[in-house]
């Protein structure tokens, strides 16, 4: 087959000469200052509470917790639990290593883009990736996702120094620790998020398309073995624990949100995304169209942005997306490890736009500036929804806690609706805000989260904990029901009345949650 190789053409400097490392550096401190700007608003939400408990487990009992639940999240779990230990528990706290894995993730992106396409190409992908929607949610949450972004891009960046001639001028030791290196990383990656192994496919068709040499390909095929290999006992104990996740098979497929859930956040962010991504691509096209009326290239060839950035973005994801519909197991915020190269992709177009519409270096230079302040804010509206006090799933735990603080007095019993989804317990809110319970007696616990083989607490029901003369010198509840727009659930109430405790009047209201007073 004829392939033509993709020109790079591009205005500016080239990277090397404005310093790389320092445009990384720059654009990964920006990135982490803006993840980390706000993030403790937003309540923790129930993927968080997860998090946290497991981390503030012994690690005997966390290990005992991973081989019934969670074992796809374990190695996250444990790097949490020494994290939280220097850095204490706040939302906070706990949000910070995600922020410092976005920074790593747009340091990378910068140096990809700036391989090929110079010190401009480096800043507005470095921008572009500082204000992308999952980038931008994925910093400021308690979750593997953004370490997954950061691993993957440093991932291809090697695989790119490698296969591009840089580690050619190492001995062939150093290759091989090289390799090895590679090799580890994804393995590591894969044990933050098992679907990060699907990367794989994108270094493997990028190796494919740059015609690399029969010993990088060996390299590259030795290293990707030992790396699913090791996955073994993972991906064991992921399919013994898949009833986690088998709520995604009830949940209704709307294409409107794969178009701009994925990446993008919102509508109004996806519609010029995807446009720049398809001015992007569309050079490549227009090449392929004209393949017949070049003559093929034999050779190596070297990766251009545009390619390996395609690679990284459509093949995982669509290879996730097709086994979903064999069995579902995939939800939007799994691709976050594809994240890097949609801005990858969004800042090529950004460029291309300009070359479009500059007639001369400087009207480039204006139209490409001018492209990428009109993205920036398109951006903003969706980073400030990202960090209002309900923006991670509705959680209003701190508002809970809060209420709590002011209302209740030491002593009194607090009493949480069992009926709710896992995720969204209110009991939650005493684990994930402890200040503003401080006294308070919780009546129903029969499992503490720590002595439990799932994350949460185990509790028992108002009449079980009165068999249990949990309620004996308990003169005023706190009743914490779930109210989401009105529908109020009603769990526990019907018994606290048996029991002789009354409605005051007294009640609170907040975002998705009421807190009833009962006395007797």
């Not at 098979?249 to 720049?276: E, H, Q, R």
């Not at 227009?286 to 990766?303: Q, Y």
């Not at 603080?405 to 069992?418: I, L, Q, S």
């Not at 401080?438 to 607490?457: F, H, I, Q």
Request: glycine share 8%; proline share 5%; with cysteine.
């Amino acid at each position: 087959m004829t392939v033509l190789v993709e020109p790079e053409i591009r205005a500016g400097q080239p990277l090397r000469a404005v310093r790389p490392w320092t445009i990384a550096l720059i654009f990964g401190v920006t990135g982490t200052v803006l993840c980390a700007l706000f993030s403790w608003v937003p309540s923790l939400w129930g993927d968080e509470a997860a998090t946290l408990l497991s981390a503030k487990r012994p690690v005997g009992s966390l290990l005992g917790m991973l081989t019934h639940v969670d074992a796809v999240h374990g190695l996250y779990y444990l790097l949490m639990h020494g994290w939280i230990r220097l850095a204490g528990e706040s939302a906070f706290a706990v949000r910070l290593p995600s922020a410092l894995a976005v920074g790593a993730a747009v340091a990378a992106v910068t140096l990809i883009a700036g391989r090929r396409g110079g010190a401009r190409a480096a800043i507005v992908a470095g921008v572009v990736a500082c204000v992308l929607p999952r980038l931008t949610y994925a910093g400021e949450e308690a979750r593997s996702y953004a370490f997954t972004a950061a691993a993957s891009a440093w991932l291809t960046l090697l695989l790119l120094w490698l296969i591009d001639g840089g580690g050619r001028r190492l001995t062939p030791g150093a290759r091989r620790l090289a390799w090895v290196l590679y090799g580890a990383g994804m393995a590591a990656t894969s044990y933050l998020f098992l679907y990060s192994i699907t990367l794989l496919v994108a270094h493997g068709v990028l190796l494919l398309a740059t015609r690399a040499s029969r010993a990088t390909l060996r390299a590259w095929a030795l290293t990707s073995a030992a790396a699913v290999i090791s996955l073994t006992p993972l991906a064991v104990m992921a399919f013994l624990e898949r009833s986690q996740i088998s709520y995604l098979g009830s949940t209704p497929d709307d294409p409107a949100i794969w178009y701009y859930f994925l990446w993008f956040g919102m509508p109004w962010v996806a519609i010029p995304a995807w446009v720049l991504i398809g001015l992007a691509l569309w050079p490549a096209w227009r090449a392929w169209r004209l393949r017949g009326s070049v003559p093929s290239v034999t050779g190596p060839r070297v990766a251009s942005t545009r390619l390996v950035a395609a690679t990284w973005l459509f093949l995982p994801t669509g290879l996730m997306l097709l086994v979903n519909l064999v069995y579902p197991m995939y939800t939007g915020r799994y691709s976050t490890f594809a994240a890097p190269a949609a801005a990858l992709l969004v800042a090529e177009g950004i460029l291309v736009f300009g070359r479009l519409i500059g007639s001369d270096v400087r009207r480039t230079v204006s139209a490409t500036a001018g492209t990428t302040i009109v993205f920036v804010a398109l951006c903003v509206p969706v980073y400030v929804e990202e960090r209002g006090p309900y923006a991670k799933n509705e959680s209003d735990w701190a508002e809970i806690s809060a209420a709590m603080a002011v209302n209740a007095k030491p002593g009194d019993a607090v009493v949480f609706d069992e009926s709710a989804r896992p995720s969204q317990r209110p009991r939650l809110a005493m684990r994930t805000y402890p200040s503003g319970f401080a006294g308070l007696r919780d009546v129903t616990l029969e499992t503490p989260y720590y002595r439990n083989t799932w994350w949460g607490d185990r509790a028992y029901s108002v009449v079980q904990a009165e068999a249990r003369d949990r309620f004996d010198g308990v003169d005023r509840v706190w009743m914490i029901e779930l109210d989401v727009d009105g529908a109020q659930d009603t769990w526990g109430l019907a018994e606290l009345r048996a029991l002789g405790f009354d409605e005051t009047g007294r009640r609170m209201t907040t975002h998705r949650s009421a807190i009833i007073e009962l006395t007797r």
